[in-house]
């Protein structure tokens, strides 16, 4: 998930007392959500209908018509947020518990952003064959499911066999999230240059769940050329030791062949989107083309400083909200399912996924500038805008039931 907050370590033996004084302890105590019932139960006739014995009319009604779970209960408004805490935010495998907060968090945010019921689930597993049965057997409680910070590679196979697998939308946040947003920035950032996602040349450092996404999501946009790095460089067809996800990457892109660093891959390039968690020269950026675009997007420290990108390249955009344009994934996730679940999708598609970046591009309109290619997480216009265009692909693409 990205985010614009930094992340500060509390050293183990400081007391409950202690904890407590920091306002973000304070603010999680007790947790972040709670459900609350929509009826009210008042007295014995309020308990005959919302419980025993009017819940059992409704009870066989769905045994016979099951679709009618959509309609005489939550299901069709409430997302699984499903984690097993191995790859969360910057801190990394701390484990089920520990991403609670964060799964907590992002519950709270489908609800105040799109009104989205959500429930964390934090799976104490990690074998992928484990962690898909688990969904799998929870699904028929959800109408959709939201896969968070989940390591790489890992993260593929699970979404990929849970989408097979579900008649529901099945969306991992840290990969699609983050393309919708960067594809709607870059989209803005080509615009206010004057020129089209074809004619630019992209370099994306990372090659992890967000990085492979955003790759994906540009290429299906029609950018003119991208190559992607790793920590051992750029990744091309015939380099050793490559994954499956890496040699589909390397079949799909990098049409130059480039076989150096990000740094010599940089020179002339028309975007940069770090995604990496590393550093980039001042130098390796005053070497892009003119009217440069630069994404670094690792957080809490962008791979290179927003002001000394700002010296070299047109626009910057970080995942920091200290910072304009920041690239955040709550600009995504809500509107998307709820568009997805507004129609009941049964999937969320590719195009399903640029009819929201374009959507979210769409928001800022004319007032496009250098340090305002994406509108803020505040902006009311922003979940009905993205909504609305998934809704609306969803019933282009076939997989809207309503």
């Known amino acids: 998930m990205t985010t614009g907050v930094a992340v500060a370590v509390t050293p183990a033996s400081a007391s409950v007392e202690n904890l407590d004084a920091d306002p973000a302890f304070a603010l999680h105590r007790g947790g972040k959500i709670e ?5 009210p139960v008042r007295d014995a006739d309020d308990l005959a209908l919302a419980y025993t014995p009017g819940v059992a009319r409704v009870c066989t009604a769905i045994a016979d018509r099951p679709a009618l779970a959509d309609d005489y209960t939550w299901v069709s408004n409430v997302v699984a947020v499903v984690s097993d805490g191995t790859a969360v935010l ?11 907060p964060v799964m907590e968090g992002k519950a709270l945010l489908f ?30 409680s959800f109408g ?23 008649d529901i939308p099945v969306f991992h946040d840290d990969q ?14 080509a615009r206010l240059t004057g020129r089209p996602l074809g004619d630019l040349r992209a370099v994306v450092a990372g090659a992890g769940a967000s990085g492979v996404a955003v790759t994906r999501i540009l290429l299906e946009a029609g950018i003119g050329d991208i190559a992607v ?3 051992k460089g750029m990744i091309y067809e015939g380099r050793e030791g490559l994954n499956p996800v890496k040699e589909a990457l390397a079949r799909d892109t990098n049409r130059a062949g480039r076989t150096g660093s990000t740094e010599e891959a940089l020179e002339g390039a028309d975007v940069f989107v770090g995604l990496s968690g590393s550093t980039v ?34 626009v910057v955009a970080t995942g920091r909200s200290d910072f304009p344009n920041q690239i955040n994934n ?41 340090t305002y290619v994406i509108p803020s997480p505040f902006d009311e216009r922003v979940a009905p805008a993205v909504t609305a265009a998934v809704a609306a692909q969803a019933r282009e693409d076939g997989v809207a039931r309503r």
């Open 111 to 140: 609800k105040e952003f799109a009104g989205v019921d959500a429930v964390p689930l934090c799976l104490d597993c990690t074998d992928v064959d484990a962690l898909v049965e688990t969904v799998a057997r929870l699904a028929p």
């Open 281 to 314: 020269p001042e130098a390796a950026i005053a070497s892009m083309a003119p009217d440069a675009i630069v994404f670094a997007l690792s957080n809490p420290t962008p791979e290179v400083h927003p002001d000394v990108a700002g010296r070299h390249v047109r």
């Open 229 to 231: 790095s790793d920590s």
């Open 90 to 100: 910057g801190l990394g495998d701390i484990g089920p518990s520990a991403a609670m």
């Open 330 to 370: 709550v600009l995504a996730f809500p509107g998307v399912f709820r568009g997805a679940l507004d129609v009941r999708a049964t999937t969320i598609t590719e195009n399903m996924k640029v009819a929201a970046a374009d959507a979210l591009a769409g928001v800022v309109g004319d007032d496009l500038s250098a």
């Open 144 to 166: 959709g499911i939201n896969l968070e910070d989940i390591s790489a590679p890992r993260c593929f196979e699970i979404e990929d066999r849970l989408r097979d697998l579900l």
């Open 35 to 39: 459900i609350r019932s929509t009826v």
């Open 176 to 189: 699609h999230g983050t393309a919708i947003v960067v594809l709607a920035a870059l989209r803005n950032a």
